[in-house]
């Protein structure tokens, strides 16, 4: 069984900064890509920013210059840095994981997601 679990989301004000955490557990032989996501109300799930385990990144214009995506290969784990967060970076934010538990097939998982609130 492979999960993934996210941490650090909260309520916080403009401008300031938080840092979201996601572990991957389970039974893993690799972890390719691993990204982060989030939904707003009302809108659709977005990609905010990946990375692949050789440390290739794509990130989105919206949040280029304010957010940085890191992982640590040997923890299974991804971070994202959020910094000068702004009211519109309110959403739920979810971790997302290209991996194989045997290295044959190559399966998505999500994370249970991570409410991030930045107030005005």
């Known amino acids: 069984q492979v999960q993934l679990v996210e941490s650090g989301g909260g309520l916080v004000q403009a401008g300031g900064s938080l840092r979201l955490s996601c572990a991957a557990s389970?039974?893993?032989?690799?972890?390719?890509?691993m990204g982060w996501y989030r939904q707003a109300p009302g809108k659709q799930r977005e990609l905010v920013a990946a990375?692949?385990?050789?440390?290739?990144?794509n990130v989105a214009d919206s949040v280029k210059g304010r957010f940085t995506i890191s992982r640590d290969n040997a923890k299974n784990t991804v971070y994202l840095q959020m910094n000068s967060l702004k009211p519109e970076d309110t959403a739920v934010y979810y971790c997302?994981?290209?991996?194989?538990?045997?290295?044959?097939?190559?399966?998505?998982?999500w994370g249970q997601g991570t409410q991030v609130t930045v107030s005005s």
């Open positions: 389970g039974s893993i032989f690799s972890i390719n890509v």
């Open positions: 990375i692949t385990r050789g440390g290739s990144t």
């Open positions: 997302n994981a290209d991996l194989t538990q045997y290295g044959t097939s190559w399966y998505n998982y």
